[in-house]
């Protein structure tokens, strides 16, 4: 691709320009009743975790990166013409079961009133059964029952959108935009769709190695790119093996990839530990962050190599070392594995709960972590990694870090 608008051929090479997403009014529309159901083990409080979001965006800021809120991106593209506009929100409401109908009809007009920053903003939030005017003829028993008539809500809110890693993964020179496992999270990559296809900054100038529309789920979390030939995938809760396998093969057959093996890792399928990133990251050029409690007493784990075989096909090598493995593919003599919670019993699953080996490294060697993760920074240190900490109360209570909340769409190359 000429001129890409997406350059991220590592994890670690100089964080140049990252996609946020400040949390809104989305996060204080969870209840004890839908707290589950929308993937928080907790209810945020949300003054906080936005001066939590700010401290972040400007640590990020001051070290040289360009912050970019896809809810902007996300307004600026619609935008750009009415017809985009009213296309997106057609398949909004119809990916929430009203394509037509007079819940989709109110639902439409209420919308479409508004101006768009003011709809986008209403759509991360989410739309009450009253706030609108419902009470007129319906035409079905879906018009009358919604999607069920004791929620509160006809359009639910997207309060896991601040982290931004998960509906796409910039990878190369382009990007998979994703069919994300939990129907509450499934809308927020709508938005990436529409921004890649339609903001002029983006048009044209993305390869879309993989669209949404699939049946299969994949998300950013479990997607790492180690480095321009190597990507690491976990095979976790949210991301399964057949979109690992489809993946390997459109990097490996498309000329504009330069990809050719990628590390599948499975990991176990659980919420403390949805993604790939709340277990492992790099952090520089032979240096990684892992949670011990994703390997077996023995130490070992099932990890299979997939590079390109005959006809299209993917060889695949089965592997049961981590360290092992990724010295053979990233041609490394040593390797430093740092341990979250410096692998104490207690310790590591505490931090790991609160997203202590989610670093997001913003150059080799330096990384973003959360502050109340002490134990597992102080390992970092001890390895010589520079530490920048962000305060955490309020945000670590929805599973993500730093990495978590970050989408990478320019880094150096190494
Ligand atoms: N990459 C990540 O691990 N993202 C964290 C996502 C947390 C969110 N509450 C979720 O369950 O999807």
């Not at 307004?75 to 009213?86: P, W, Y």
């Not at 910039?170 to 990007?175: A, E, L, M, R, W």
């Amino acid at each position: 691709m000429d001129n890409p608008a997406i350059n991220v051929n590592s994890e670690i090479g100089k964080l140049k320009t990252v996609l946020l997403k400040r949390p809104g009014a989305e996060v204080e529309n969870i209840t004890p009743d839908t707290m589950e159901r929308l993937l928080f083990d907790d209810i945020p409080f949300l003054k906080i975790a936005q001066k939590e979001h700010d401290y972040f965006a400007e640590t990020l800021r001051k070290n040289g990166v360009e912050t970019l809120y896809i809810d902007d991106l996300a307004v600026e593209a619609l935008s750009e013409d009415d017809d985009i506009k009213e296309k997106f929100l057609e398949q909004y409401l119809d990916e929430h079961g009203y394509g037509s109908g007079t819940t989709h009809d109110v639902l439409h007009e209420y919308l479409t009133d508004l101006e768009t920053k003011d709809m986008v903003e209403k759509l991360y939030s989410g739309v009450r059964r009253n706030e609108v005017d419902l009470d007129v003829k319906h035409e079905s028993l879906h018009d009358l029952a919604g999607s069920d008539a004791s929620d509160p809500f006809l359009l639910d809110p997207l309060p896991n959108a601040y982290f931004t890693r998960d509906p796409q993964a910039s990878i190369g020179s382009g990007i998979t935009i994703n069919r994300m496992t939990f129907a509450a999270r499934r809308p927020e990559s709508l938005f990436t769709e529409f921004v890649m296809k339609y903001h002029p900054r983006f048009a044209g100038k993305v390869d879309i190695w993989r669209s949404r529309n699939h049946t299969t789920r994949i998300e950013g979390g479990d997607e790492l790119v180690l480095n321009d030939h190597v990507l690491a995938i976990g095979v976790s809760q949210r991301t399964s093996s057949k979109s690992v396998e489809g993946l390997a093969k459109e990097l490996f057959t498309n000329k504009d990839s330069h990809f050719d093996t990628v590390v599948a890792i499975e990991i176990p399928h659980n919420h403390a530990m949805m993604h790939l990133d709340t277990v492992f990251t790099m952090v520089n050029t032979d240096q990684f962050t892992v949670f011990p409690g994703i390997m077996d007493e023995a130490g070992k784990m099932n990890i299979f190599v997939l590079t390109p075989g005959d006809n299209g096909e993917v060889r695949m090598e089965h592997h049961t070392d981590l360290g092992e493995t990724l010295k053979q593919v990233l041609h490394l003599s040593e390797l430093d594995l740092i341990l979250t919670g410096n692998g104490d019993d207690i310790v590591a699953p505490r931090e790991q709960w609160n997203d202590g080996s989610n670093t997001l490294t913003i150059a080799p060697g330096e990384v973003v972590t959360y502050n109340r993760n002490y134990v597992s920074n102080e390992m970092l240190r001890k390895h010589d990694i520079l530490v920048h900490e962000v305060i955490s109360s309020e945000l670590s209570r929805g599973r993500g870090g730093p990495r978590c909340m970050s989408q990478p769409l320019w880094r150096e190359d190494l």
